[in-house]
């Protein structure tokens, strides 16, 4: 009888965790596959998930500014670096957890033919997320280059928000083609893959992720990095097209 009583008071002295909110910041590329896995860890481990989505470049701003994000999920190295840097990482969360491969699109009906970078160079108009400061447009910058036609493709560049962005240009017929990740030309029925950026010639895309140290949920945010990282999330993400990488940590 005593022990079943202290067991009771153990159990109101000591609830069980509470479900926190997680606030995910994560490239626009990722959106479906996130998505879909924040809520397969909300069923999980009862922690729900609210998403910011958008260029990379804007949500390290953010985090650096100050925003409560409680997990960053970058499409490049350079601007998680930016957070890092900030001291904003928590220890030992940063991995390598993603790539991915550029493509150019056309509208789906569209007669053109690409069968390297310098063709690009006829295309009147041609939408790249701001290759300024978006990671896939400046993916897209670097595999210009090194083909040796960025200065006479530049002026025909339509810069765009982020990834998405260029893919609606595309879609909506205001742009002949765009450069774009794999991942979202897949999801998209009014374009065509025109051609696709060999290995090779390419920029090396990786998209790290890590769990933030000014959030709200700093518990929860490490659990949904470790979510990331599992089986559930390899099944989802290659799905979607993505490259699973064995969940390198940053050096």
Avoid: C
Avoid at 26 to 49: I, M, R, Y
Avoid at 62 to 86: I, N, R, T, Y
Avoid at 100 to 121: C, D
Wanted: glycine residues 8%.
């Amino acid at each position: 009888m005593r022990t079943m009583l202290l067991a009771l008071l153990l159990a109101v002295a000591l609830p069980a965790q509470a479900a926190e909110k997680v606030l995910v910041f994560a490239a626009a590329s990722t959106t479906d596959a996130v998505q879909e896995l924040g809520k397969a860890f909300t069923k999980e481990q009862g922690h729900t998930v609210e998403f910011a989505f958008g260029g990379s470049n804007d949500l390290a701003r953010q985090a650096v500014a100050g925003a409560p994000a409680d997990v960053f999920l970058s499409a490049d190295l350079a601007k998680m670096d930016q957070v890092e840097k900030a001291g904003l990482l928590q220890a030992g969360t940063r991995v390598e957890l993603l790539s991915n491969r550029l493509v150019v699109v056309v509208p789906v009906g569209s007669k053109l033919k690409v069968a390297s970078g310098a063709e690009l160079k006829g295309v009147k108009r041609l939408a790249l997320a701001d290759p300024a400061a978006v990671p896939a447009g400046l993916y897209a910058k670097a595999w210009l280059e090194k083909a040796g036609v960025w200065k006479e493709v530049e002026p025909r560049v339509v810069p765009t928000l982020d990834v998405r962005a260029a893919l609606a240009a595309v879609e909506a017929g205001r742009v002949d083609a765009a450069v774009v990740y794999a991942t979202d030309a897949a999801l998209s029925k009014r374009v065509r893959v025109a051609f696709t950026v060999p290995e090779a010639d390419g920029p090396r895309v990786v998209y790290p992720v890590a769990a933030l140290s000014k959030g709200k949920a700093s518990e929860a945010g490490r659990a949904f990095v470790r979510f990331l990282q599992g089986e559930a999330a390899r099944s989802v993400f290659e799905r979607y097209g993505f490259i699973f990488l064995p969940g390198k940590s940053a050096p």
